[in-house]
């Protein structure tokens, strides 16, 4: 009996032991992200960057008369949207708005995802130490969610309409008072509004 006693504690150590080795592993775990900084050229122009992980990254901007230092958080870093082709002014098409409406259609189908791009584009032109122009949701058509109803064609020039969608190639375009921001799947729609956000910025070139 005394034997089963002594066998039974040690088994009773030996787990102990091993539930403590795996709580030290699992609270000293190190940080599975990794900082990679790194200098981006526009060919002008040099910026720092850190891509802290595959959905964060950050650029540095001076803004205002003071040069103050700004840093731009953003899913995707510069040299990993190069391969987006942008056509067309983007800076110049908005730079006198009054109002800059961003659209989506509410047939498409679109998730959450979208919204993400959304959200990188206003952040941007509605901040007040960027551009500071007042930028609201709307949709294409007649929805159920009572969004306002604008279109490429409800673009005026004082107030631009920046259409998010899905499409055959991801790009970046203009059409007379409308910005097309567009994907083949809605995480390149966020590759593609990042793009725009940097070239609109100056960080990337068209």
Same mark, same amino acid.
């Given at each position: 009996?005394?034997?089963?006693?002594?066998?039974?504690?040690? /088994?009773?150590?030996?787990?102990?032991?091993?539930?403590?080795? +795996?709580?030290?592993?699992?609270? !000293?775990? @190190?940080?599975?992200?990794?900082?990679? !900084?790194?200098?981006?050229?526009?060919?002008?122009?040099?910026?720092?960057?850190?891509?802290?992980?595959?959905?964060? #990254?950050?650029?540095?901007?001076?803004?205002?008369?003071?040069?103050? @230092?700004?840093?731009?958080?953003?899913?995707?870093? *510069?040299?990993?949207?190069? &391969?987006?082709?942008?056509?067309?002014?983007?800076?110049?098409?908005?730079?006198?708005?009054?109002?800059?409406? %961003?659209? $989506?259609? @509410?047939?498409?189908?679109?998730?959450?995802? =979208?919204?993400?791009?959304?959200?990188?584009?206003?952040? $941007?032109?509605?901040? &007040?130490?960027?551009?500071? /122009? @007042?930028?609201?949701?709307?949709?294409?058509?007649? !929805?159920?969610?009572?969004? *306002?109803?604008?279109?490429?064609?409800?673009? =005026?020039?004082? #107030? =631009?309409?920046?259409?998010?969608?899905?499409? #055959?190639?991801?790009?970046?375009?203009?059409?007379?008072?409308?910005?097309?921001?567009? +994907?083949?799947?809605?995480?390149?729609? /966020?590759?593609?509004?990042?793009?725009?956000?940097?070239?609109? %910025?100056?960080?990337?070139?068209?």
């Amino acid at each position: 009996m005394k034997e089963d006693n002594k066998t039974v504690y040690v /088994i009773l150590v030996l787990v102990g032991c091993l539930i403590g080795f +795996g709580a030290f592993v699992f609270f !000293n775990e @190190p940080n599975t992200y990794v900082e990679d !900084n790194y200098v981006y050229s526009n060919g002008e122009q040099m910026f720092n960057v850190t891509k802290v992980d595959a959905n964060e #990254s950050y650029v540095q901007l001076y803004v205002g008369d003071g040069e103050t @230092p700004y840093l731009i958080a953003l899913r995707n870093d *510069p040299v990993s949207l190069e &391969d987006i082709q942008v056509e067309g002014v983007l800076n110049t098409r908005i730079y006198n708005d009054e109002q800059i409406w %961003l659209t $989506i259609n @509410p047939n498409a189908n679109l998730s959450s995802k =979208t919204t993400v791009a959304v959200l990188e584009v206003d952040k $941007i032109i509605d901040n &007040d130490n960027l551009y500071g /122009i @007042p930028a609201n949701a709307a949709m294409t058509m007649e !929805n159920d969610y009572n969004y *306002p109803v604008k279109s490429c064609y409800d673009g =005026t020039d004082k #107030s =631009t309409v920046i259409f998010f969608t899905l499409g #055959s190639e991801t790009k970046v375009y203009t059409d007379e008072y409308c910005i097309i921001i567009v +994907g083949t799947t809605e995480d390149e729609i /966020i590759r593609a509004a990042d793009r725009f956000v940097l070239t609109l %910025l100056g960080v990337m070139q068209a």
